[in-house]
């Protein structure tokens, strides 16, 4: 299927490493111009990219200025894959006011303050937007209050804009990862044996995915030739998620 993605114009958050790398690499391979956002500047950028742009999202300004570099590169913007954040630990009672003020600001506000800056570039011929949420956000993970809140945060974020923005013809979807090897993952998962027990009790397919199986769904959502699924969220868990 040709997704129509020849000079479409790409901005790819978290492209760094995991998911978000494998998905800017995947639409570079498919034609698409796109530029590279990470934080850490000793990550290599996906081969083939227009350009690489390294900021903390979190950080004052730094989402405007991620939009106003990818624009100048780019000559504008068609699709934004917002792909940064990161698990949080703790409980309710644990976690402190600094925790959930800062895993707030990465998974939730920072994804807000960057599509706020997009938008208006969206507009010029009908963007795409696709936000890496987590199965999480649907179905809340032991001891990662913060992380289950601002997933579905930015679930809810998403899902508003499909709405907000439908009369202009950008549509905005999620990506809902469940268990990817990523560098996060593997840090939260080191044990080969662990990691296997996990799959074999939780996940449907048995065991966890790679960054690159996360790809096909973002090319599809974040591609012209997506004209009528918006608002939704898809999951790439290997069948954990029980909605239907
Ligand atoms: N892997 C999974 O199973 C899973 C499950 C649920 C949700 N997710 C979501 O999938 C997305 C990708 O994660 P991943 O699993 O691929 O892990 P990863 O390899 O650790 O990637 C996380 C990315 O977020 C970037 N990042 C973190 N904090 C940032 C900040 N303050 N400013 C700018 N960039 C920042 C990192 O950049 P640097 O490396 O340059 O620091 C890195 O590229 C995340 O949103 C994560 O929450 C993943």
Redesign the pocket.
Known sequence: MDLGLTGWRVLV????????RAIAQGFVDEGARVVAC???PD?AVPDGVVGAVH????AEGATEGVISTAVGHLGGLDTVIA?????VTGTVESASDETWATGLD??LLSVMRLLRAAVPHLRERGGRIVV?S???AREPRANHVVSNVSKAGAAALAKSLSRELAQDAILANCLA????R????DRAYPDDKARAEFAEANIPLQRFGR?DEAVPAALLLGSPRNTYITGQTLGVDGGMAWTI
């Open positions: 958050t978290g492209a760094g490493s995991g998911i978000g990470g934080r850490n990550h900021a903390d999202l979190t792909a940064a954040g990161g698990a990465l998974n890496v987590a199965l999480s990862p469940g268990r990817i990523s560098a996060q993952l960054p």
